[in-house]
């Protein structure tokens, strides 16, 4: 049985700026209508500007889509 560790408080900021970055580029990347390539799969994967979504961040870090 695996121990689940709870990150350290400063890697808990860490990633919760790193959410709040890509969540800005997401949002930034859609009104100037650019497109981005993510990863999934293993595969890189186009998404037009017209499909992204605006994330929403939560309170407890994790990200929930619109």
Do not use: C, F, W, Y
């Not at 049985?1 to 900021?13: A, F, H, I």
């Not at 890509?22 to 999934?40: N, P, Q, W």
């Amino acid at each position: 049985m695996k121990t689940k560790l709870k990150p350290s408080r400063d890697g808990q900021k860490a990633e919760m700026a790193l959410r709040e970055a890509v969540a800005d580029l997401i949002d930034e990347s859609r009104k100037l209508g650019h497109s981005l390539v993510v990863m999934r799969n293993g595969k890189a994967v186009l998404i037009p500007a017209s499909k992204l979504r605006k994330p929403r961040i939560r309170k407890n870090g994790s990200r929930s889509r619109s």
